[in-house]
Structure formats: structure tokens, C-alpha cells
């Protein structure tokens, strides 16, 4: 952390308790906005855990900036979906700011307040909880991961930039420029650039520049002639390294959580993480750059990312601005079957970036998938688990499935519980290098009133897949409707599940209603939904503007119906 944040408490008699008749209430000031506050915090929680559940609690911050560091969190080893395979991340040690264990009837009420992070690090944690809130905060990085620079000129050798706030470098002997922070730092990189109306992915300005010279915030990459990189004055480089070591907030195996009224203005190194949960909510969060500040970037990763959860996910009235990657990923876990015996089968997660959790439990009903065609072909129930290794897991069921495994080559298991109904209305999306929105659950799902703007890849995606990312399964029951989308790209709706042998529709239920596609000006013959392996399909009452024709592409489906 910066030298003039002190990395001792010496006020923890700030903390103070106020009954009144609905609960009780933990006051946490704010005396000195150079004190670095995690362990003050974490106390907080630690008075609020006495009462366990026995009432509601209200941890009460106050207007301010609250420091919270990596030096002072509290490191946990655990495994979080989607993050860093064990060859990035060997330990897989995440170092939690605010961290809610095993709590119930919990409310932090940020009261306007700042969190404002120092070093890589997860701001929230919150482990096997029920009936938490997080309200009325703001949550900032001193030390973004993601380093930003404008360009100020340019030509075939040399690229001149100023470095953005909260950004700084070193720059070596020999010339090589590092990315540094709190704790860390970083060499090259990945690069997007921002040219004031999207942001694309890019080849790095790290990548060929023969030595970097630095003038107060002034930066100058000198390449060889021919070798700088396209871009213009005022575009802005966003670079950071790969590997998502932590998260911006982990919501795990816990129930009944709300954050409302949120402004996450740097999410690193990944996103808002729900992982087995039941029941989460998202009402009134941004998740985009400070208005009042010059960087153009929020986020490292995705900005929400629901894993194997069961309940509802509701997201409602967000605005998701300036992510590294898709704003919203909703989606279960396909696991390989290894071996099977009579009644239970060993079952191995396979894509390197998510392992090292239970993904089932007693009494979770599964479905047995052939992985080419993604066609479901067998049910049963778990009656037992047995964690055999980080990668392996072994299940006991109530009946004997291996007769039908045997019938296919590759056979995936979806966890069919662990599959939420969701609603996502009310929200924008805008500045994203990818998609703005992927989703694949079973059970219902409602897409409403939402505005996606300048989506470069597929404004909306129904994936589904058992041989790549592995993420789950067949959609039974998803409305898109009065959603706007405006000079997105082709196709902008698209529902791809990743069957390479067609056995069957992998998808059904799906309706497109009432939603508009604005171009800003005449565009060429745009693609507004594409569709593949998809029974009962219904398109109606669709509009476009500035775009007079438009195809609709189907793909092996049936039982469509397009007005």
C-alpha cells in the first residue's frame, strides 16, 4: 500500500453498538482517510458474527474513503470458477478484504462510502451465508489493474502516450517498460483500445517496441520503422496481464444475497463471482468507470459471472460499461464421466480454469449428456459424493445409468438443480470487446427492457457446450423482449449451442418479442437472430430502423414460428 496509509489500527473503540427496536446497528466511522481500515472492518464483521442470526445486524459505514489492502486482508485457499488453472495460480490463494463467513442476517449499509482497494485483491468475500445485503457503496481500485495511456502522436517508429490516473510504470536499464502497482507488476500484456465510442481488443503497443523512454506521465515507444501499431490521437490503451487471480466480489454457497445500489468503478482481476448460491441479486449496481475521472476501463474480465447457482438471479436496472470481457455469463458446469461402475460414476472438470470444488450434492438430480450432440439421455439422483482429487469427483446414484453410458463415446454430466430462473431487466450495456450478455440455464429465463449498444460480437448469446469452456446446458424457456439494440453486430441475437452432431434440438422454448434494432445510420443487411438446434422457436413482432432488410437464419430447427 502507498507509505502514507498506516498499516495499523489503533481506534478499534470506533466500532460501537446502538440498539433500536428493529436491530442492531455497528457503526464503523471513518477518523482518518489515510488509515488503512481492512482489519478495523473485519472486526466489525467479527462483533456482528456474535449474534448469529439471532437478529438483524446493520454494519454502518459512514460517508469517506475506507483503504482496504492486500497486506492487511485475510488469505483463504480457495477455488473459484472461471479464474486461474493450477499452473497460473498454484495456491490458489485469494486474499479477501471484507470477508462474511458462515453469517446470516447481515447488512452492510455503505451509507455512500468508498472501499478503495490497494494491491490485488477480492474487496468482498461473502462463504456459506444466508440473508446478506451490501448497499450503498462504492468500490475503486488506488491501483487498477489494467493500466491505461492516450495516445498523443503517432508515426510508422514511434507512439507517444500520457499515462491515465492511477497509473504507473518503471522502466528498466535496457529500456523495458513494467506495469506496476501496489505488490505487483507486470511486463507485455494484452491490449484493448478505446477510440471513444467502442473498445476492441488490439495488438499490444508492448509487443515489438524496441525501448520505452518517460517523462513524468509522458511515455515514448520507439520501434522499429514500419513496426508501431495502428492507432490514432486519443485512442486509449488498456493493458493488463492474464491471469485472474482474484475477484471483485466472490458470493459462495450461500443463500438469499442482494447488492443494490453498488458502483464498482474497477472490478479486478475478475468480476462479481456467484458459485453455488441460491438466490442473488443485483439491483442498481454499475459496474463502469467513475464519471468524474479519465479512465475508460472497469473492469479486467467479466463483469458478473453465475456459476452451477439454483434459485433466481435477478439483475436489475445495471449498467455494465468498459469490461475486458462479456458484462454477464450465467451458466452450470459440464463435467467428463471418467469411469462408471453400477451405481456411481467418476466425473472430472476439464477445462483448467474452473476446478477444486463439490459441484454436487445429495439429492441434486443429474442429467447424463452425450457431448457431441448435447442431447440429454439418462436422469438420475445423487445419493453420495466423494471428492477424490481437485479435477475428480465420485457420485453414487439412485439408479444404474453405465448400460446408457456405454452407448456413447463422450458423456458429460450436468448438475440439473444447480440451474437458477433468470431475470435480467432494466440494464445497459455498452463498451465491451465481446458479447454483452451469455446464458445458458433451464430453467426460465426473462430478458427485458434492456439497451445494448455497440456490441461487437453477439449482443446476446445461448451457447452450450461439452468439449471446449464446458459450460452447461440446453435452455427450456427464455423470453428476450422490448429490449433495444443499437448498431450492434451480426447475428445479434445468437443461439449456438456447440453440437457437432445433430441428434436432435439441443434448445426449445426460446421467444423473441417486441424488441427493437436501431442502426444509426443505413446498414448493410444485418443478421438479428441466428439460430441453431432449436425446437419451438417463436420470432414476432420485431422492429428495425435504418435497416430495410434483415435475415433471420435457422440452423436444424423446428416448430418455428416468425411473424
Same mark, same amino acid.
Given at each position: 500500500?502507498?507509505?502514507?496509509?498506516?498499516?495499523?489500527?489503533?481506534?478499534?473503540?470506533?466500532?460501537?453498538?446502538?440498539?433500536?427496536?428493529?436491530?442492531?446497528?455497528?457503526?464503523?466511522?471513518?477518523?482518518?482517510?489515510?488509515?488503512?481500515?481492512?482489519?478495523?472492518?473485519?472486526?466489525?464483521?467479527?462483533?456482528?458474527?456474535?449474534?448469529?442470526?439471532?437478529?438483524?445486524?446493520?454494519?454502518?459505514?459512514?460517508?469517506?474513503?475506507?483503504?482496504?489492502?492486500?497486506?492487511?486482508?485475510?488469505?483463504?485457499?480457495?477455488?473459484?470458477?472461471?479464474?486461474?488453472?493450477?499452473?497460473?495460480?498454484?495456491?490458489?490463494?485469494?486474499?479477501?478484504?471484507?470477508?462474511?463467513?458462515?453469517?446470516?442476517?447481515?447488512? +452492510?449499509?455503505?451509507?455512500?462510502?468508498?472501499?478503495?482497494?490497494?494491491?490485488?485483491?477480492?474487496?468482498?468475500?461473502?462463504?456459506?451465508?444466508?440473508?446478506?445485503?451490501?448497499?450503498?457503496?462504492?468500490?475503486?481500485?488506488?491501483?487498477?489493474?489494467?493500466?491505461?495511456?492516450?495516445? +498523443?502522436?503517432?508515426?510508422?517508429?514511434?507512439?507517444?502516450?500520457?499515462?491515465?490516473?492511477?497509473?504507473?510504470?518503471?522502466?528498466?536499464?535496457?529500456?523495458?517498460?513494467?506495469?506496476?502497482?501496489?505488490?505487483?507488476?507486470?511486463?507485455?500484456?494484452?491490449?484493448?483500445?478505446?477510440?471513444?465510442?467502442?473498445?476492441?481488443?488490439?495488438?499490444?503497443?508492448?509487443?515489438?517496441?524496441?525501448?520505452?523512454?518517460?517523462?513524468?506521465?509522458?511515455?515514448?515507444?520507439?520501434?522499429?520503422?514500419?513496426?508501431?501499431?495502428?492507432?490514432?490521437?486519443?485512442?486509449?490503451?488498456?493493458?493488463?496481464?492474464?491471469?485472474?487471480?482474484?475477484?471483485?466480489?466472490?458470493?459462495?454457497?450461500?443463500?438469499?444475497?442482494?447488492?443494490?445500489?453498488?458502483?464498482?468503478?474497477?472490478?479486478?482481476?475478475?468480476?462479481?463471482?456467484?458459485?453455488?448460491?441460491?438466490?442473488?441479486?443485483?439491483?442498481?449496481?454499475?459496474?463502469?468507470?467513475?464519471?468524474?475521472?479519465?479512465?475508460?476501463?472497469?473492469?479486467?474480465?467479466?463483469?458478473?459471472?453465475?456459476?452451477?447457482?439454483?434459485?433466481?438471479?435477478?439483475?436489475?436496472?445495471?449498467?455494465?460499461?468498459?469490461?475486458?470481457?462479456?458484462?454477464?455469463? +450465467?451458466?452450470?458446469?459440464?463435467?467428463?464421466?471418467?469411469?462408471?461402475?453400477?451405481?456411481?460414476?467418476?466425473?472430472?472438470?476439464?477445462?483448467?480454469?474452473?476446478?477444486?470444488?463439490?459441484?454436487?450434492?445429495?439429492?441434486?438430480?443429474?442429467?447424463?449428456?452425450?457431448?457431441?450432440?448435447?442431447?440429454?439421455?439418462?436422469?438420475?439422483?445423487?445419493?453420495?459424493?466423494?471428492?477424490?482429487?481437485?479435477?475428480?469427483?465420485?457420485?453414487?446414484?439412485?439408479?444404474?445409468?453405465?448400460?446408457?453410458?456405454?452407448?456413447?463415446?463422450?458423456?458429460?454430466?450436468?448438475?440439473?438443480?444447480?440451474?437458477?430462473?433468470?431475470?435480467?431487466?432494466?440494464?445497459?450495456?455498452?463498451?465491451?470487446?465481446?458479447?454483452?450478455?451469455?446464458?445458458?440455464?433451464?430453467?426460465?429465463?426473462?430478458?427485458?427492457?434492456?439497451?445494448?449498444?455497440?456490441?461487437?460480437?453477439?449482443?446476446?448469446?445461448?451457447?452450450?457446450?461439452?468439449?471446449?469452456?464446458?459450460?452447461?446446458?440446453?435452455?427450456?424457456?427464455?423470453?428476450?423482449?422490448?429490449?433495444?439494440?443499437?448498431?450492434?453486430?451480426?447475428?445479434?441475437?445468437?443461439?449456438?449451442?456447440?453440437?457437432?452432431?445433430?441428434?436432435?434440438?439441443?434448445?426449445?422454448?426460446?421467444?423473441?418479442?417486441?424488441?427493437?434494432?436501431?442502426?444509426?445510420?443505413?446498414?448493410?443487411?444485418?443478421?438479428?437472430?441466428?439460430?441453431?438446434?432449436?425446437?419451438?422457436?417463436?420470432?414476432?413482432?420485431?422492429?428495425?430502423?435504418?435497416?430495410?432488410?434483415?435475415?433471420?437464419?435457422?440452423?436444424?430447427?423446428?416448430?418455428?414460428?416468425?411473424?
Amino acid at each position: 500500500m502507498n507509505q502514507t496509509i498506516k498499516s495499523t489500527i489503533t481506534f478499534i473503540t470506533a466500532v460501537t453498538s446502538v440498539i433500536n427496536a428493529y436491530s442492531i446497528v455497528i457503526n464503523v466511522p471513518v477518523s482518518d482517510p489515510r488509515q488503512d481500515m481492512t482489519t478495523l472492518l473485519n472486526n466489525a464483521i467479527e462483533k456482528a458474527a456474535v449474534y448469529d442470526g439471532d437478529t438483524d445486524i446493520i454494519i454502518r459505514l459512514s460517508p469517506g474513503v475506507y483503504n482496504i489492502s492486500r497486506t492487511a486482508s485475510i488469505p483463504v485457499h480457495q477455488h473459484i470458477s472461471n479464474t486461474t488453472s493450477e499452473q497460473e495460480n498454484p495456491q490458489s490463494i485469494k486474499h479477501y478484504g471484507l470477508y462474511l463467513k458462515n453469517l446470516s442476517r447481515i447488512t +452492510i449499509d455503505g451509507a455512500g462510502a468508498t472501499l478503495m482497494t490497494h494491491g490485488e485483491m477480492t474487496a468482498i468475500a461473502i462463504d456459506n451465508c444466508s440473508n446478506i445485503t451490501i448497499r450503498d457503496l462504492t468500490i475503486d481500485s488506488a491501483d487498477p489493474s489494467v493500466p491505461e495511456m492516450k495516445v +498523443i502522436s503517432r508515426n510508422d517508429s514511434i507512439v507517444t502516450c500520457r499515462m491515465s490516473a492511477r497509473t504507473s510504470c518503471r522502466i528498466s536499464a535496457d529500456g523495458e517498460l513494467y506495469w506496476i502497482g501496489d505488490g505487483w507488476e507486470f511486463i507485455g500484456g494484452i491490449a484493448q483500445i478505446y477510440d471513444g465510442i467502442h473498445t476492441r481488443r488490439c495488438v499490444s503497443p508492448m509487443n515489438k517496441y524496441r525501448y520505452a523512454e518517460q517523462d513524468n506521465d509522458i511515455l515514448t515507444f520507439h520501434y522499429a520503422a514500419g513496426e508501431a501499431p495502428e492507432c490514432q490521437p486519443g485512442n486509449v490503451y488498456q493493458m493488463r496481464h492474464s491471469l485472474r487471480t482474484e475477484v471483485a466480489t466472490f458470493i459462495n454457497r450461500s443463500s438469499d444475497v442482494m447488492l443494490s445500489d453498488i458502483s464498482y468503478h474497477f472490478l479486478g482481476n475478475f468480476g462479481i463471482v456467484g458459485q453455488f448460491c441460491h438466490t442473488i441479486t443485483l439491483d442498481n449496481v454499475v459496474c463502469a468507470p467513475d464519471k468524474n475521472d479519465e479512465r475508460t476501463c472497469a473492469g479486467f474480465a467479466d463483469f458478473v459471472q453465475m456459476s452451477g447457482c439454483s434459485g433466481k438471479i435477478s439483475v436489475r436496472n445495471c449498467h455494465f460499461s468498459g469490461s475486458h470481457d462479456d458484462p454477464i455469463n +450465467i451458466h452450470g458446469t459440464h463435467l467428463k464421466v471418467v469411469d462408471y461402475d453400477h451405481n456411481s460414476l467418476t466425473v472430472r472438470f476439464m477445462h483448467n480454469q474452473t476446478y477444486g470444488f463439490m459441484p454436487f450434492a445429495a439429492g441434486d438430480e443429474i442429467a447424463a449428456v452425450d457431448a457431441c450432440s448435447l442431447r440429454h439421455f439418462a436422469t438420475a439422483v445423487v445419493t453420495d459424493t466423494e471428492q477424490l482429487s481437485d479435477y475428480d469427483i465420485k457420485i453414487r446414484l439412485d439408479r444404474d445409468i453405465r448400460k446408457l453410458i456405454a452407448q456413447h463415446k463422450n458423456t458429460v454430466i450436468e448438475n440439473v438443480t444447480a440451474n437458477p430462473e433468470v431475470e435480467i431487466t432494466g440494464c445497459q450495456f455498452s463498451l465491451t470487446p465481446t458479447r454483452g450478455l451469455l446464458l445458458t440455464t433451464s430453467r426460465k429465463a426473462h430478458i427485458a427492457n434492456n439497451t445494448f449498444r455497440n456490441i461487437p460480437m453477439s449482443a446476446i448469446l445461448i451457447a452450450d457446450d461439452g468439449q471446449s469452456w464446458y459450460e452447461s446446458g440446453a435452455v427450456r424457456d427464455v423470453t428476450i423482449s422490448n429490449n433495444r439494440f443499437i448498431d450492434c453486430a451480426s447475428p445479434i441475437i445468437y443461439i449456438s449451442p456447440e453440437n457437432s452432431i445433430f441428434d436432435g434440438p439441443v434448445h426449445s422454448g426460446i421467444k423473441i418479442y417486441d424488441n427493437e434494432f436501431i442502426y444509426s445510420k443505413n446498414t448493410d443487411v444485418p443478421i438479428l437472430v441466428q439460430a441453431k438446434s432449436v425446437e419451438e422457436l417463436s420470432i414476432r413482432n420485431n422492429r428495425t430502423a435504418n435497416c430495410p432488410e434483415y435475415q433471420i437464419t435457422l440452423t436444424g430447427c423446428t416448430s418455428v414460428d416468425i411473424e
